[in-house]
Structures are given as C-alpha cells and as structure tokens.
C-alpha cells in the first residue's frame, strides 16, 4: 500500500516512512488570486463576470518519498 499527500505541509517528513506528496505553490496562487480580483474590480461590474472566469494553471510538484513504491507486476501471487 502506498500513501501520498496533497500539499506538502512541513510536518509530512516528520512521518516515518516520509510522506510522499504532491506539493502546491500556496504563496503563487494566493498572488495571482489577488491579482484576478483587483483586475475584476478595477474592469468594473458589467466586465467582472468576463475576469471573475478566467482560469489560471500553476504546476505542481510531486515530492516521491518512502510512502509509495512502484506497483507490484502483474505476474504477483496475492
């Protein structure tokens, strides 16, 4: 069994195995959240709506650790 985390909180190494998880950028999503909502207010409310959809996509990063190993092959007597 393997055991991943979604964001890497800096407890996750305290974990024995470490925990592997996959870490986000917490401070650039909150700036660029920021920044949406001051160009949404600043464009007005007939143009908010327009701004208020707009998508943003910030990569994420997988942090392998000693919580997950690689799938058993197929041939593995269960």
């Given amino acids: 069994m393997s055991v991943l985390s979604f964001d890497d909180f800096p407890w996750t190494s305290d974990f024995e195995p470490r925990l592997t998880a996959i870490a986000q950028p917490s401070h650039e999503m909150g700036r660029r959240a ?11 409310s007939e143009n908010a709506a327009e ?5 943003v996509v910030l990569k994420a990063e997988l942090r392998i650790r000693e919580s997950t190993a690689p799938p058993r092959s197929s041939s593995a007597v269960m």
């Fill in 34 to 44: 920021m920044e949406v909502l001051l160009s949404a207010m600043d464009l007005g």
């Fill in 51 to 55: 701004s208020a959809g707009q998508v």
